[in-house]
């Protein structure tokens, strides 16, 4: 083993460790997590109680002049419609046309989209309804190149109309990836006064663009049009030149101890969520079963922080764990960097004699709490007032993104699964052998590192040799050369192949799905919220 050999080996082993310590860390720290909340959940006592105050901690930022001035041009034609507009054309008629014009060009391009995915989904859903259906097949599989390099499929389907004439014809639609086969079988709908005029029975395929043209067009003429939920301004106070993003609130909780009497607890768990903790929100609270002085309001996310935290790490583990080779250079590192980490932590631990007792610990952690609160202040009605509008016109802002975010991971996670469920079903299994592994050298503002690909070769069906580059990367590398692996390849481009991962392959789709999916859910959330604040008279008492 010459010098490279020995220097390669020790860049494995560190990533492999560095892996599994990372992997250790985030699935400790989110057991940890999960785990406390669980506790709380089984062993804490579920009682009703109410919002009486709520303790700021930080301080207000006080926007430049500059910044000001810009914010009131943009809020003067913002979410106001043609108000603005009518105003300034009696005023100056020559300075509003540009104005109109450009406005007339932002809700026009909305505009165009809507009435886009309206038809096309007119157009499909006519068909289904009033069209002849007869079976149709897949003959040949299209590929159109653009200018960039890309590649769209495009299915040529034959069919017969009722009266038995033939037809080939190539359907309306291309996509980026093969949804159909050659060979396969669908049903045809086609109009029968215009027999070429047909659509495939086939409800996403035809129907996903023109929900989504319609969805992001509709979202894009709310943004411009401003008819999202408004606050009602009798009462309402002006909007201060203040920012709040940068305080922490602390809500302030009445409820019954177990002796009848009220008890008052300040949390010493913040966030800056300012809505949904305001002075007179009814709400459960857990109470613990040692100290009903001590409570905690339920939510799902800290156990889903946990389990977000605890997933991943496992899989770092396993992925670590099945991966790890035993060299003697590996094994060397691993004892001399767990040496020296536990070298380091037993500098930190005190003896045993210097321990703190359990109620002194809990004393101490208690002591820690109140001064944490002594350093914020308990918010008046006026300031109250001021932090919601704030805050909703801060939420009202950032809705519609939210919203295309969510729309855009679930769409991506959809077309994803579509496409790899089109692979798997035209591709044929076979076993290849891992005869390589590549580095791709990525480097970043943040520093660099190596990315791994096995290449693969495998023998295809008529017996022609054939060799890829996995697409998906790790490091450490996940392969070896010679491992055997399951291999998935399209029978018409052989080099157009996957390693088969079994239930991993899906974990992309269902990531980006979930993740779109919570998005979505949380901009609801926030939409309801604002509706129940849309009403609400200043100050608040």
Known sequence: MDAFDVAMNAMMAWNQIGLLAGGLVMFGLGALLFGDAMRWRITGRLVKARIVDVRALGQPKVKKPGAVREQKNQEATAGVGWGPFMRAARKSPGAATGGVVIALVVLGIPSMLVCAGLYFGYDYMSLRTAGVEVPGEIVEIKNEHDSEGGTTYRPVIAYETYNGMPMREEGSLSTGWRVFRRGEQVAVFYDKDDPARFVVKAFWYNMALPIGLTLMGSMLLLI????????????????????????????????????GELGRYEGDTGSNSFLSQLPGTECAVLVHPDDPEKIRKPTFAIPFIGLALAMPGAVMLYIAAASYEFTLISILMFLGITGFGAYKIGRLVKP??????????????????????????????????????????????????????????????????????????????????????????????????????????????????????????????????GEQVAVLYDPDNPRKAQIDRGWLDRLPMLGLMAVGILVLLQSMWTYFRLRQHAGQRFPVA
């Not at 106070?237 to 009445?254: D, H, I, L, R, T």
């Not at 017996?463 to 070896?480: I, M, N, Q």
Request: glycine share 8%; aromatic share 14%; charged share 25%.
């Open 224 to 259: 411009f049009s401003g008819k999202f939920p408004k606050i009602s301004r009798k009462g309402r106070p002006k909007k201060k030149n203040v920012s709040y993003a940068g305080e922490m609130y602390y809500p302030v909780f009445e409820y019954k101890l177990p002796n």
């Open 352 to 481: 045993r004699a210097e321990w703190e007792t359990k109620a002194a610990f809990r004393a101490r952690m208690a002591e820690k709490s109140r001064l944490k609160r002594q350093q914020g202040r308990i918010l008046t009605p006026d300031e109250i007032s001021d932090r919601i509008v704030y805050y909703v016109s801060l939420q009202k802002m950032w809705l519609p993104v939210m919203v295309l975010i969510g729309a855009g991971l679930i769409a991506g996670g959809y077309y994803w699964g579509v496409n790899h469920s089109a692979f798997k079903a035209r591709a044929l299994a076979t076993k290849g052998t891992v005869v390589e592994v590549v580095s791709d050298y990525n480097s970043t503002s943040d520093g660099s590192s190596y990315t791994y690909h096995p290449v693969v070769e495998f023998e295809t069906a008529a017996g022609k040799r054939t060799e890829f580059t996995d697409r998906s990367g790790s490091s450490p590398p996940a392969y070896s050369g």
